[in-house]
């Protein structure tokens, strides 16, 4: 083991020194007494500009006026304009490779320039000449686009909103904004597939799912979806999944907001549900066909029912009850559980998350254990390390769509970890008694307004229970709005005579009684809202009032101080990998730089404190920015319109496919329902094409990663009278350029299909190629992978759809606030509605608008091709040492490629997961592992990681590959050596006993680097056969006196 140490260590530095000795052979030729080159770090106008141009150097220059910027009499020479312009430029700032080591790179894969590479890699048939943005093509600079921001942040009017409809001001604590919202180290991690370096957020998705399953009474919860629409349609389809698609009715009742119900009808049509919308009285399941009922707790315009009798008679026809609630409300309400709901879904936004004119915002899903198999999302589980100590890690992820593909439960991938952990630190941050305090507040609120309304007459309050959401009648609903309009305040219309009131934690008493003089129509109002308090009574029946404990976990009882919490959040950042701590390489998720200046507008209040329902005429900033981000997206891509509301990848695949149905029934085609999907395909392609109703007809591939044409050929012609669509992935999820791609889209297009693009790898096309170029019709781009929106843990994302023109009018719309494609289509016929919001998560859009605004056109074309630059030098830099499995016709790859890995199963024992393992103890994340290929690794480096960033992985790999040897050649043992007993974590290197047969220093150390920063996994090999489907804090000490019972695992394949 010392001997692989050595060997890695002297490659590295004979690569250092190599590299320095030309640096200075460069230096020596290119040096001049007159002229030299500014450092790209340093601006063009300091006197010190120049690594090669000392101090002493530009004092002796001053008298050599050809050198001189500035000086006296005729040795004065003009300078350029081009100096004078700011030069906080951002490109040089995202795109890592300076054009000295682009040359160098490109010339180490065998090529003269980047250009050539690119050249060499790019097929020449799908080349774009070049890339013109209307606005912003030339990039602005950093203050530049903050100045920008700052000016349409301005144009956003914020109203004090009372709008509720499931969105809600909230205080997001300051804590909790700083070290979370605005802090890399959670917003830059991935999705925890790799648990020994995932402990702190996984502990804090925990968290979240305790926190539901408390307060809605349910032993199960996911750790986040999309949003509560979503949420609903995703326990719609549960139901159809529990009868086994034997019932065909799905009833919703009126009292839902109307942007679920929008949702529920749009997703039932792909799976034939007929959904039937009625008042509760009305509710019939006298068909025998009804599979489940959606219902609101509290409804939508506030009433509390007891909804006991209702859940036992729907139980009684074999009925599945599911309902929508509010968290902040069950901290007052008997939980659903309580009730007998099966299924409980709702948002945790009002738990310290900003509305952000819709999102982004953590949805949940709980239920029984008896559906545990069925439910969407992730799960977090408890199960132990390789030392026999309590660990956590994701839980039956064959559920899934990245196992199940077709068959998976759901489609959903990215979910909204950073939301769910923001949700989570508020219930912490408050505990128990925090939040009941919170929750009597706002009852009290809205006691103390009805109470007011029934002193000023002429208005009639509902007679039903309610908890925040006060409904009122009255002879004139739109005076009354007009008149808080004027007062800045906006109202829910709910018809010509009814008006509902939601408060929230920011309501205060000055707000109340402002209400109270609008309602008074000019009046003077005799009271104020701090008199009224002895009269407010509790609102709730007592037999709705909650009775049960909840938050009894220590967690939720001792972080209450910020010195206390700001230590937790740190305790839990510091068990997590992130891009603070070094390049997470995984193939086909584009792990980029989320750069501060992108960051920044997230936060600020203007773009934060909007209510997605608002009058668009208060949210003129947005609306400029969403239609400035819809033509760059349209120039990119080759479209003619965009659609931003889905608030996922996987969302834009299914709002793609649901575009490319809703055009062949316009022309009549219902019967197209074929839908084509290579095997190497990602595995929502499959799980959203199912969604749709569609049959799967799968297509393979060549020796060479390509799609076999032939064989897609026949699939098509086969099925020509039946053919919807192709989904297809370009550059292909083998890394490679496929050269007939063109071809592929005219075979399908000749037989009556639609070409779906997944936007995956679109951080290989931009200002190279594009979809529309390349001729598909429909395509989502993924702005969390190319466009920079953070991963976030496992979320947010975004994934608004482009189309082509002949597809713009069947683009979503929106129940409560229209909205449609950007720039609008001549007509619309709308498909439905796909995401809660208008715009789907909107706060994240300025993160890729900044983005896109500051790079301009030739900066994004470079850091195409710098992405591709860094995979082909990653890829020659291991092709020695690894069998780099797919190339294109010329011998390259494009931004990622995939390592062969198989063979060391035979020779060594050795799979990708224990490479992954150990490249944790070198401080780095693993690539994807095995996908799509079993028994390999997908390696995505980006343009925004350095060269010496590539090398340091790369010499990682390097020293593992001569680990490997030493297995293969008899000299580590094949079932105790390093790679199996990876990863090493303090507590056992420090631990008393030591048995294994490499030393600890070797297990710890085994580059030079780390001894200089080294991030530590925190935990061993975290095991699945131990695993325990805990979806709260609850079992975990359950588990340490289970495995007191057990003897000490081994690590279990």
Known sequence: ?????????????????NESKQSRNGEMSSRSPVSYTPSRYVSSLSPFGSKNHSRSDSLGARNVSNNVGFGVGSQIRSISVEALKSSDTFPRRHNSATPEEQTKMAESCGFDSLDALIDATVPKAIRIDS????????????????????DLESKNKIFKSFIGMGYYNTHVPPVILRNIMENPAWYTQYTPYQAEISQGRLESLLNFQTMITDLTGLPMSNASLLDEGTAAAEAMAMCNNIVKGKKKTFIIANNCHPQTIDICKTRADGFDLKVVTADLKDIDYSSGDVCGVLVQYPGTEGEILDYGEFVKNAHAQGVKVVMATDLLALIMLKPPGELGADIVVGSAQRFGVPMGYGGPHAAFLATSQEYKRMMPGRIIGVSVDSSGKPALRMAMQTREQHIRRDKATSNICTAQAL???????????????GLKTIAQRVHGLAGAFAVGLKKLGNIEVQGLPFFDTVKVTCADAYAIADAAYKSEINLRVVDAK????????????????????VFAGGKPVSFTAASLAPEVENAIPSGLLRQSSYLTHQIFNMYHTEHELLRYLHKLQSKDLSLCHSMIPLGSCTMKLNATTEMMPVTWPGFTDIHPFA???????????FNNLGDLLCTITGFD????????????????????????????????????????????NPASAAMCGMKIVPVGTDSKGNINIEELRKAAEANR??????????????????????????????????????????????????????????????????????????????????????????????????TGGIPAPDKSHPLGTISAAPWGSALILPISYTYIAMMGSKGLTDASKIAILNANYMAKRLENYYPVLFRGVNGTVAHEFI??????????????EDVAKRLMDYGFHGPTMSWPVPGTLMIEPTESESKAELDRFCDALISIREEIAQIENGKADIHNNVLKGAPHPPSLLMGDAWTKPYTREYAAFPASWLRTAKFWPTTGDVLTMYMVIATSFAPFSQCRRWLKKRRQPTRNR
């Open 419 to 433: 939301l769910a952990n923001m949700a989570a630190m508020y219930a912490v941050y408050h505990g128990p008694e």
């Open 721 to 818: 009278d039946k053919l919807s669509a192709l989904m297809v992935t370009y550059p292909s999820t083998h890394g490679v350029y496929e050269e007939g791609i063109d071809e592929i889209c005219r075979i399908i297009h000749d037989n009556g299909g639609q070409v779906y693009m997944d936007g995956a790898n679109m951080n290989a096309q931009v200002g190279l190629t594009s979809p529309g170029f390349i001729g598909a019709d429909v395509c989502h781009l993924n702005l969390h992978k190319t466009f920079c929106i953070p991963h976030g843990g496992g979320g947010p994302g975004m994934g608004p759809i482009g189309v082509k023109k002949h597809l713009a009018p069947f683009l979503p719309s929106h129940p409560v606030v229209s």
């Open 899 to 912: 390592v062969d890995l198989r063979g060391f199963k035979n020779t060594a024992g050795i799979e990708p």
């Open 641 to 684: 319109s965009f659609s931003l509301q889905p608030n996922a990848g996987a969302a834009g695949e299914y709002a793609g496919l649901m575009v490319i149905r809703a055009y062949h029934k316009s022309r009549g085609d219902h019967h197209r329902n074929v839908c084509i999907i290579p095997v190497s395909a990602h595995g929502t």
């Open 498 to 517: 009814t008006i509902t009131v939601s408060f929230d934690e920011t309501t205060t008493l000055d707000d109340l009684d402002k209400l109270f003089k």
């Open 615 to 625: 009058p668009s005429e208060q949210a003129q900033g947005y609306q400029e920015m």
């Open 131 to 150: 890339m013109k943005f209307p606005k912003f093509d030339g990039g602005l600079t950093e203050s530049q686009m903050i100045e920008h921001m700052k």
């Open 1 to 17: 083991m010392e001997r692989a140490r050595k060997v890695a260590n002297r490659a590295i530095l004979k690569r250092l020194v």
